[in-house]
């Protein structure tokens, strides 16, 4: 099983922004464009989502052969926007997953004490890993008692479907919130005292193949731009 | 040994609800206290007055002093009084910084600088006398309240305070994990260690605490000894607005009802739940963590989709109320919208004067009105409760019971998920048992 460092899957996931989402060197970046394509189902794989993977898989999959099926006028333009859609976006949902479901928060706070990250930008970054699945589990708690009194989509308060989702769901997160905070200040949290970490870090064998990799597909585009 | 000195605070936010008025209170070394009240009677904010959050994280107006050891905890950081006291907080989604098990016990010692040898010795110690080396690098997300709550109480322990305390520690609890509670907290009595807990649900603790407060609008109204506590009963307690001293197994309650008009439920895949509901009756429906009793409530909803009969309140209350005005929250469950209608509704469960009024500026026990009157408007006859009564004490549980027979005598059939038998015994007219 491979294990990633934290500062490495950060770096993975700004080599997927900027090449994949971001197009960088357009068709100048293959063949590094698919090998970074395929890269985050593989590290799901790692990390046993398979389910996500296989999910992902076949979204990306519709988009690239959406790419390719000859059609004519307006449908291929919707067809081109779907698959442009799908080809650049997948890959790096499919990475922040992985990222997000792989890290602790531990080791996700280790990883930026090494980088010499301040605790103000460290500290509200990592409760974001604990906040979106509370975000999550509120939110299917809001719709399951919206299916129950009969608020859909397709009623007639359509326009104030979003109203009535957003006030529980921002009324729930902002109690949970308080809550958090002030279980975290109880337990010393923002204290001057240096932290320890019991988690180790450090790079390995996978770390130095992953910066190659990013390396590399770097030094290629821009060789391949200026000749 | 840990002091209040003539100690006043108001919140800033609310002055009124649960101020403290010139408290006195030595509380020496060792010392197992329960401090207990009806809602908002101040017993909250004495462990946040101990634990620094009055006034550092809620404000408000404090005069006095609050001292641990003779240290002032309102003149120190909130990050020192950390290291003199661990704190077990009532709501076990929302008192962990981490994600995973090992990484949240950890965590209190790593803010402290401790060496990570110690906190790795220090963890394994926790997991050794608390017996939850299952519960270990485990998804904190994917655990049940009770699992939580235990390794709420571990992550406290790594940090070895010599002040424990807690506030409303079971609200979310069914009886088992209750009293496996217990067993956390005798085991840390047995340590010396002094505890402080704020409880409505007494029965667990008061056997076992060396002391009792009353609190009642921000003073001290009683002070029970050992011997006091022991000579207390249960009619006694009642006259003081607290909850029963007796642990009863809700699973053991008896009840039963003839046989009337009954729902039937479908058969589920995986569960055998029970197959008809008695209708006009409220019944009570009753088991150990993991007997399927979510599960229960969620196929009753799905099951019943089609017909539009049964509505539920939920736990958190809040998750169902969506607009910002109680009369708007019952016309959009109305097949038309009709005013007249939805006020003579709110009239029926005494709501007609909050009508204008924003759902979330409500106390609990409107807010589960409010829902109970959407039920009613949407037509719907069976009503289901998920633990209606967890967190109240003695008075609104009264209410909540005379709200559920109310209910019944306009007809509606009640079922109520509850590990409260007081509840039960105060208003339930048949019960199940659902068996894992």
């Known amino acids: ?227 | 040994m840990t002091e209040l000195r003539d100690v006043s605070f108001s919140y800033a936010a609310a002055p009124e609800k649960g101020c403290i008025k010139h408290m006195d209170l030595t509380v020496p070394d060792g010392q197992f206290l329960l401090l207990t009240g009806s809602s908002g009677c101040g017993k909250s904010t004495v462990i946040r007055l101990l634990n620094g959050l009055v006034p550092h994280f809620f404000e408000g107006e404090l005069s006095g002093d609050v001292l641990i050891d003779g240290r002032s905890v309102p003149k120190m950081e909130l990050y020192e009084t950390a290291a003199l006291q661990g704190t077990v907080f009532q709501n076990p989604r929302a008192q962990f910084f981490t994600v995973d098990t090992t990484g949240e016990l950890a965590f209190g010692c790593e803010n402290q600088g401790l060496p990570e040898n110690e906190i790795l010795s220090r963890i394994g110690r926790t997991v050794e006398r608390f017996r939850i080396s299952d519960l270990m690098d485990r998804n904190i997300f994917c655990m049940s309240g009770g699992e939580k709550q235990k390794i709420a109480c571990a992550s406290v322990d790594t940090l070895q305070p010599p002040l424990i305390l807690l506030d409303e520690p079971s609200a979310n609890l069914d009886y088992a994990s209750t009293m496996q509670l217990r067993e956390i907290i005798k085991l840390w009595k047995s340590e010396g260690r002094t505890i402080i807990a704020a409880e409505h649900r007494l029965f667990y603790l008061w056997d076992i605490a060396d002391r009792a407060l009353l609190i009642r609008d921000g003073a001290i109204a009683e002070d029970w000894s050992r011997a006091d506590m022991d000579a207390m009963t249960n009619e006694k307690l009642a006259e003081y607005g607290l909850r029963s001293i007796h642990d009863t197994d809700p699973v053991t309650i008896e009840r039963s009802c003839s046989r009337g008009e009954v729902f039937n439920v479908k058969p589920h895949k995986k569960f055998t739940f029970p197959a008809e509901i008695p209708l006009h009756e409220i019944t009570a429906v009753v088991g150990r963590n993991g007997a399927g009793k979510t599960t229960f409530l969620r196929h009753m909803c799905r099951s019943a989709r089609r017909s539009r009969r049964i509505f539920m309140v939920m736990q958190d209350v809040d998750h169902q109320l969506f607009t910002d005005s109680v009369l708007e929250e019952v016309l959009i469950s109305l097949a038309q919208e009709d005013e007249a209608k939805a006020r003579e509704i709110l009239r029926s469960l005494d709501l007609e004067d909050f009508a204008d009024r924003h759902p979330m500026s409500l106390s609990g026990g409107q807010k589960q009105r409010v829902a109970i009157a959407c039920a009613a408007a949407s037509g719907r006859d069976i009503l289901l409760f998920d633990e209606p009564t967890s967190g109240l004490d003695y008075e609104h549980m009264r209410q909540t019971a005379d709200l559920l027979r109310q209910l019944r005598e306009q007809g509606r059939t009640v079922l109520v998920v509850t590990h409260d038998s007081e509840l039960i015994e105060a208003c339930c007219t048949n019960i199940i048992r659902l068996e894992s």
Request: some cysteine; hydrophobic content about 50%.
């Open chain 1, 1 to 227: 099983m491979i294990k990633l460092d934290p500062r490495t899957k950060l770096l993975l996931l700004l080599a997927e922004a900027v090449i994949v989402l971001g197009g960088l060197g357009g068709g100048n970046a293959e063949p590094f464009k698919t090998v970074f394509m395929a890269l985050p189902f593989l590290l799901l794989l790692t990390v046993k989502k398979y389910r996500t993977a296989v999910i992902g898989a076949v979204l990306l999959g519709l988009g690239l052969a959406a790419g390719h099926i000859p059609t004519e006028g307006r449908g291929a333009i919707v067809l081109l926007m779907c698959s442009g859609i799908l080809t650049r976006f997948v890959p790096s949902l499919m990475m922040g997953n992985y990222v997000m479901s792989s890290t602790r928060v531990s080791e996700f706070t280790a990883a930026m004490e090494r980088m010499h990250v301040t605790p103000k930008i460290t500290i509200p970054m990592a409760v974001m890993f604990r906040f979106f699945p509370t975000v999550k589990e509120e939110c299917s708690a809001i719709g399951e008692a919206m299916k129950m009194r009969d608020i859909r989509l397709g009623g007639s308060k359509v326009m104030q479907m979003a109203e009535y989702r957003l006030v529980p769901m921002m009324t729930c997160s902002v109690k949970i919130g308080e809550e958090l905070s002030a279980a975290a200040l109880t337990r010393g949290l923002g204290s001057p005292v240096k932290r320890t970490n019991v988690c180790r870090i450090g790079f390995r064998a996978a770390d130095i193949a992953m910066f190659l990799l990013c390396a590399a597909a770097l030094v290629w585009i821009i060789w391949r731009s200026v000749t």
